[in-house]
């Protein structure tokens, strides 16, 4: 079984739509969990961190379940700048600084 | 931008070469690291570098040789790579320590010929 698994996608919307990610992990010592952005050719990049409360950055909201070991990501108002791929990051308890990122899902916007 | 930067940005090598990949961050981080990407798959961690030491290793060949030479510089040397070697190699840095943000630099794409 993989570290952190999600959702396949790839998902297409159109603008304006609600989508949501969703995203496991296996290890229960986990300390803490991101989303990352990564576009086409380009570096990833921290989207937010994952919260137990629940956060909320202007359109996108993250949860996490911990009992569950269970991450989601919700977009609202999908723009066409959303287009990307979301990895799920999880960092491995030790003291250092071990990101383990999940497959990502292709998320298309379209007009 | 971003504030970690890497050169070169391509690398095309033939299987004896010797070639390097160099990073670069000025923004205090003391935890540095070495991740490999391949086509449509996620980062994969190989090295991490604590205070100019290498804390992990994550079982990679040894025609990768990682090397840390001050607290802003990463290099990874690379040495007899076969053609699967080929990918996108991502340098980043964070303050050390468990939970704190990584900031990733645009990446080296790597092509072994």
């Known amino acids: 079984r993989k570290e952190v698994e999600q959702d396949p996608g790839p998902f297409n919307v159109p603008e304006g739509a609600t989508v949501a990610f969703n995203c496991t992990y296996s290890n229960s010592a986990s300390q803490s969990f991101f989303w990352y952005r990564q576009d086409c050719r380009k570096e990833p990049k921290l989207l937010m961190s994952v919260y137990s409360s629940g956060n909320e950055d202007g359109r996108f909201t993250a949860q996490l379940n911990r009992a569950s070991q269970y991450i989601s990501l919700l977009i609202r108002d999908s723009k066409l700048s959303d287009s990307a791929t979301y990895l799920c990051?999880?960092?491995?308890?030790?003291?250092?600084?071990?990101?383990?990122f999940g497959a990502g899902t292709r998320l298309a916007v379209h007009p | 931008d971003t504030e970690v930067t890497q050169t070169p940005k391509h690398l095309v090598m033939g299987m004896t070469n010797k070639k390097s990949l160099k990073c670069e961050q000025h923004?205090?981080?003391?935890?540095m690291y070495w991740y490999k990407q391949k086509a449509k798959k996620p980062p994969e961690l190989m090295f991490v570098?604590?205070?100019?030491?290498?804390?992990i290793n994550e079982s990679v060949p040894s025609r990768f040789s990682p090397e840390c030479p001050n607290s802003s510089l990463l290099n990874l040397h690379l040495h007899a790579l076969q053609p699967e070697d080929s990918a996108l190699y991502l340098c980043?840095?964070?303050?050390?320590?468990?939970?704190?943000?990584?900031?990733f630099g645009e990446g080296s794409w790597l092509t072994v010929v």
């Open positions: 980043a840095s964070s303050t050390p320590g468990s939970g704190n943000t990584i900031y």
């Open positions: 570098y604590s205070y100019e030491k290498l804390s």
């Open positions: 923004m205090g981080h003391r935890a």
């Open positions: 990051v999880v960092n491995k308890n030790g003291g250092y600084n071990k990101l383990i």
